[in-house]
């Protein structure tokens, strides 16, 4: 018998869920077969790498007895075999009675299912369903902000092998597009939900983190989530109006941004320009951060500063009026 017989092996992960006993995690495979006068059936087996358990099916073939039926393609679908989660299988299919050769396996890893949740924004919490497998280990369920790796927000919560299907609930502080929820098995197979990702409003938070420390007059920002684009000053005059970008002051936004000897006018603001989108923040134009009596503003000219005495009410020097250039922005001078 031709190994082409047996055309091509499929396994892939099933859930059934039954009200009285919860929601349990099942294998199943399907093979695709050219019928041969000689095939009088399939086997399919199931090894597990971790502990060697064996589990086999057999399904019967009606024999090919006319020779109008041999060559005639077959979709055979086995019953479920019992697996839990995270667990390395060895699929195997052959033919009944065996032929040497005549056999199709792949390897199989049975992924610990989706994360169901839902945003309890009254509470400020993450609700997380996560259906339980019989015989899978405990693991746990936690927050995390998505940085380069995934840095633990709170206490995580243990889901046991006691609860066949279990609601936990995940407090947060903030709406923000990195803030996710992970599970994790011992066998760090982890699923991950990240609900604010796309979230316009979760996007607006970033940007709000602007301070002014009136001892080292400096303007700082510093990203709440991974941001990649350009933040610069820039010149707004009046509410509504456009923000002018200040020449050389733009830099890139990858970690803490300082402007130093800054001067609190209310026209003075921030630009985030990202692939999202472009944002503007001026934060002396409501709050009323402490000054000292006598406050210094950077004039970003050709390489060079100069001193303005603080006057919130004054038109800018022309060093700090806004300038369009064709040629990029340089980096602001640090001093």
């Known amino acids: ?47 597990s790498l971790d502990t060697q358990e064996t589990q086999c099916q057999s399904v019967w073939v009606a024999r090919a007895s006319h020779r ?89 919560v243990q889901v046991t092998a006691n609860n066949v299907s279990r609601v936990v609930s995940l407090p947060y502080s903030q709406e923000l597009p990195c803030l996710c929820g992970w599970s994790a098995t011992p066998d760090a197979v982890r699923i991950q939900i990240c609900p604010f990702e796309n979230d316009t409003e979760a996007l607006e938070v970033l940007w709000d983190t602007v301070y002014y420390h009136p001892r080292s007059q400096t303007l700082s920002w510093e990203p709440t989530c991974p941001v990649s684009g350009h933040v610069s000053l820039c010149w707004r005059p009046g509410p509504g109006a456009g923000c002018r970008k200040l020449q050389r002051s733009s830099q890139l936004v990858h970690r803490r941004v ?44 050709g390489g060079s500063h100069s001193s303005l005495p603080a006057n919130p009410h004054s038109r800018p020097a022309r060093s700090l009026q806004p300038q369009v250039t064709p040629q990029p922005p340089l980096p602001l001078p640090s001093w």
């Open 258 to 301: 300082q402007y130093p000897l800054v001067d609190t006018q209310p026209q003075l603001c921030l630009k985030f320009s990202t692939s999202w989108g472009s944002w503007v923040r001026c934060p002396f134009e409501q709050r009323r951060f402490p000054t000292p009596p006598t406050s210094r503003c950077t004039c970003v000219t």
């Open 68 to 156: 109008q039926q041999v060559g005639q393609q077959l979709q055979v679908y086995f019953g479920c075999f019992e697996v839990s989660v995270a667990q390395h299988l060895y699929v195997t299919l052959r033919t009944i009675p065996h032929f040497c050769g005549v056999q199709l396996d792949q390897k199989h890893l049975v992924e610990a299912g989706k994360l169901s949740y839902w945003v309890d924004r009254r509470r400020k919490a993450i609700l997380v369903q996560v259906p339980r497998a019989s015989g899978s280990p405990d693991y746990y369920v936690r927050l995390c902000h998505k940085r380069f790796t995934c840095e633990d927000v709170g206490a995580p």
């Open 1 to 47: 018998m031709s190994r082409s017989v047996l055309e091509a092996l499929t396994s892939y992960t099933a859930m059934q869920c039954i009200p009285s006993d919860g929601c349990s995690l099942f294998l199943r495979v399907r093979a695709s077969i050219t019928l041969h006068e000689h095939l009088r059936g399939l086997e399919a087996c199931t090894v």
